[in-house]
């Protein structure tokens, strides 16, 4: 499945695990070896929710959060395994989440998600800043001083605004910021550029993952950026343009909405 190219494998895990998650992951993941994707979501049982997700990336390590990928596991419930509920909860390793869908002659064809709070305390991204919030303050990033923000939802992010995301060398600045001595946990890196009042594009580098299409938690933490940094209005929809297509994301008081896409790509089998 994926959401505006941000692709995953997928495993119905309701009745089984793989042994070595991590392993999998790995060896799928790769695109000229095999199926490939951006990682590999296992979908389980959940006794606090509908559904409980496990996420890691191409290399292997494991996510807390993914926002795209949670929207498609919104849409494998409820069109695959028959929890036919307009609400829906997933359980992940950063709290349960609360999907609403957008359905249409039975078949989901959004999904907005409750990602809850945006965390911006340094200690609790981990990032290595003093003071209570790491908002436009400057990194250096091998030799050049970038403003950059940090946030987390329930992964960690730096965003970064460039005049041009796609004139950067995301393969060459990506890894620098992602194995940053300043981000013990390493980080997801956000290069932003506000296009007007709630209009961003962004280029994300993904930890464990590399240049992806799209990021859903990278998404929201740029239209957290947005507000903090003024670019942005509190309680507006913020249109977040992608590699792989638009998100739209509301940042309140209390919490941060995204509403996108999920989609079907292709069904089969894998020797694992």
């Given at each position: 499945m994926q959401?505006?190219g941000?692709d995953?494998?997928?495993?119905d895990?309701?009745d089984w ?16 070896f095999?199926?490939?994707g951006?990682?590999?979501v ?5 006794e606090?929710?509908?559904?409980r997700?496990?996420?890691?990336n191409a290399?292997g390590?494991?996510g807390?959060?993914?926002g795209n990928?949670i929207?498609?596991i919104?849409?494998f ?7 036919r509920k307009p609400?829906l909860t997933?359980q992940?390793e950063s ?8 359905v249409?002659?039975?078949?989901v ?7 809850g ?9 981990p990032?290595?800043f003093a003071g209570?919030?790491a ?6 990033v091998?030799?050049k001083?970038?403003?950059v923000?940090?946030v987390s ?7 970064t ?6 004139a ?5 600045i990506g890894?620098?910021?992602?194995h940053?001595a300043?981000f013990?946990a390493?980080?997801n890196t956000e290069?932003?550029?506000?296009d007007a009042e709630?209009?961003l ?6 930890r464990?993952?590399?240049?992806t ?6 998404a929201?933490?740029a239209?957290?950026?947005g507000v903090?940094?003024?670019y942005?209005?509190l309680?507006?929809?913020v249109?977040?343009?992608?590699r ?10 209390d919490a941060?909405?995204m509403?996108?896409?999920?989609a079907f790509a292709?069904?089969?089998?894998a020797?694992?």
């Open positions: 959401g505006i941000n995953y494998i997928y495993f895990c309701f695990f793989p042994s070595d998650p991590s392993a999998v992951a790995e060896k799928l993941s790769d695109r000229h095999s199926v490939g951006d990682g590999v296992y979908i389980c049982r959940s606090i929710a509908d559904g997700m496990r996420m890691f290399d390590s494991e807390k959060m993914c990928a929207r498609c919104g849409k419930l409820y069109e695959v395994k028959g929890i609400v997933v992940t709290g349960v989440k609360t999907l609403v869908l957008g249409k002659d039975g078949t064809d959004s999904v907005r998600v409750d990602m709070a945006a965390e911006l305390r340094p200690a609790q991204i990032a290595d209570e919030r908002v436009d303050v400057p990194l250096d091998d030799g001083i970038c403003r923000t940090c939802m329930g992964n960690p992010h730096c965003v605004f460039v005049a041009d995301p796609y950067v060398d995301l393969e060459r890894p620098r910021f992602e940053h300043a013990p390493r980080v290069f932003v550029r506000a709630n209009e594009t962004m280029r994300v580098w993904e464990g993952s590399g240049e299409w799209a990021c859903g938690t990278g929201c933490a239209a957290v950026a903090l940094n003024g942005c209005g309680d507006k929809d249109t977040v343009h992608l792989g297509g638009d998100l739209v994301i509301r940042v309140t008081k941060v909405f509403t996108g896409p999920a292709f069904e089969g089998e020797e694992i």
